[in-house]
Nanobody, 115 residues
Framework: QVQLVESGGGLVQPGGSLRLSCAAS????????MGWYRQAPGKQRELVAR???????NYADSVKGRFTISRDNAKNTVYLQMNSLKPEDTAVYYC?????????WGQGTQVTVSS
């Protein structure tokens, strides 16, 4: 079983930055992909960014060039660096681990972009 704990959300002004962290418990962190999703009020949850075990990444078009996903396998942690934040980035951000034994989610962290 994998437990995921997100941190780093908060209130930021447009144009600002935040870094989200997701710490994973359990073994074999380095062997599976990790993803960040977000869900805004009244909208479906959407993929923001994914990083595979080998380090390759992909991003939603809406965040390309502004967000960067990375992982530290020694710390069992995945990060999402968010720059040039816009009001439309406001959402609850979730960490996801699609492992061989199950698809795991964190509890979510709120990101609010507002002046």
């Amino acid at each position: 079983q994998v437990q995921l704990v997100e941190s780093g959300g908060g209130l930021v002004q447009p144009g600002g930055s935040l870094r989200l962290s997701c710490a994973a418990s359990g073994r074999s962190f380095s062997s599976y992909a990790m993803g960040w999703y977000r869900q805004a009020p009244g909208k479906q949850r959407e993929l923001v960014a994914r990083i595979r075990s080998g380090g390759s990444t992909n991003y939603a078009d809406s965040v390309k060039g502004r967000f960067t996903i990375s992982r530290d396998n020694a710390k069992n942690t995945v990060y999402l660096q968010m720059n040039s934040l816009k009001p439309e980035d406001t959402a609850v951000y979730y960490c996801n681990a699609p492992t061989a034994t199950g698809n795991y989610w964190g509890q979510g962290t709120q990101v609010t972009v507002s002046s």
